[in-house]
């Protein structure tokens, strides 16, 4: 079995496209699959990367922790006055997950030391408890060297070296910026570049997405 976290350099960055595919490359290798989403804050305005998740990989899929507010998971549920789960004990329902399937790929929120219990718990520590491998999904523009390099060092002073990286949202017309940091992306982090995403592969009809999501991550 294995365990795959994906995390991002920030909010908004591609991690639940990279997410679906991802479990569209499991599928396709004969995999059991399932798709964790630990929490889920927006809900009132309708989000979840789960549902999305399921549309597009067409996998199972879990969402554990609901909360309404587009905020972080700890604060949207201090706002709530919710009681999260520990890490502790989203590791164990991610460990027994999976005795029953060949892979889990669990997908954070916002970045990788975004807080998401009430006791400073973050997908880092989730990473740690469940000896998970952890892909980390970055932006393509400027800046994005900056934010992966250091997302790299948190899980590197862990003792945790990440498995790949993955630009989110590869423009359909790469400027001087992008063209130079795909190719500077795994020679300033030390991390192989696993693929890219191209730009609105989400809004693809899910059959399309499938069939060309292999593609995307042909380095994996």
């Known amino acids: 079995m294995t365990i795959t976290i994906v995390t991002g350099t920030s909010t908004g960055i591609g991690k639940t496209v990279t997410t679906a595919a991802l479990c569209v490359r499991a599928l396709a290798d004969g995999e059991r699959v399932v798709m964790v989403k630990p929490a889920q804050t927006g809900t009132a305005d309708g989000d979840s990367d789960a549902r999305e998740v399921r549309r597009l990989a067409g996998c199972d899929v879990q969402e554990w922790v609901t909360l309404d507010e587009p905020l972080a998971p700890e604060t949207a549920a201090r706002r709530a006055g919710v009681a999260l789960p520990t890490m502790a004990e989203h590791a164990s329902r991610i460990l027994d997950l999976a005795a029953d399937y060949d892979r889990v790929v669990v997908e954070g929120a916002g970045g990788l030391l975004v807080r998401l219990d009430t006791n400073q718990g973050t997908l880092l520590d989730l990473a740690e408890l469940t000896r998970a491998e952890v892909i980390v999904v970055c ?52 991390v192989p570049l696993l693929g890219a995403i191209p730009s609105g592969a989400g809004s693809l009809a899910p059959e399309v997405f499938r069939r060309r999501a292999g593609a995307w991550l042909a380095a994996l």
């Open 139 to 190: 932006a393509a523009g400027l800046g994005t060297l900056n934010h992966t390099e250091l997302t790299v060092m948190a899980l590197r002073a862990r003792g945790i070296e990440p498995k790949g990286l993955v630009i989110g949202s590869w423009p359909s017309e790469p400027g001087l910026a992008e063209s130079c940091n795909r190719e500077d992306l795994p020679r300033v982090t030390g």
